[in-house]
């Protein structure tokens, strides 16, 4: 099955009003529910780390949980995510990186 964000949005709003985690901003805590997106990065680092690619807690599914979280931030606040994105691809075509200063090349 493929479906477009706004649909998967759809689903994740639909299924928080029947599981109670709120679906307009006066009905969440903004600090907690980026909290738990932060949560499910980092287990998904974890999983990674174990080389629990695929399955139960695995990477896969942590990275599932983690967007399906920032869906519903998008959904309680209306924002159109495929065009934030697509602003910030276009945004990042021109960007330049100092990768000689970046820690990814150097060792710490």
């Known amino acids: 099955m493929s479906l477009t964000t706004k649909e998967l949005i759809e689903l994740v709003m639909k299924q928080a ?25 980092s287990e998904a680092f974890e999983a990674y780390r174990k080389k629990n690619i695929d399955g139960k807690d695995s990477f896969k599914e942590e ?16 924002i159109d995510i495929e065009q934030e994105i697509l602003k910030k691809i276009e945004a990042n075509k021109d960007r330049e990186w100092d990768w000689k200063n970046m820690n990814e090349n150097n060792k710490i």
């Open 17 to 41: 009003k029947e599981k109670g985690f709120g679906v307009k901003p006066e009905e969440v805590n903004v600090a907690e529910k980026i909290a738990l997106i932060h949560t499910e990065i």
């Open 63 to 78: 990275l599932g949980d983690a967007i399906q979280r920032i869906l519903h931030l998008c959904g309680i606040f209306d």
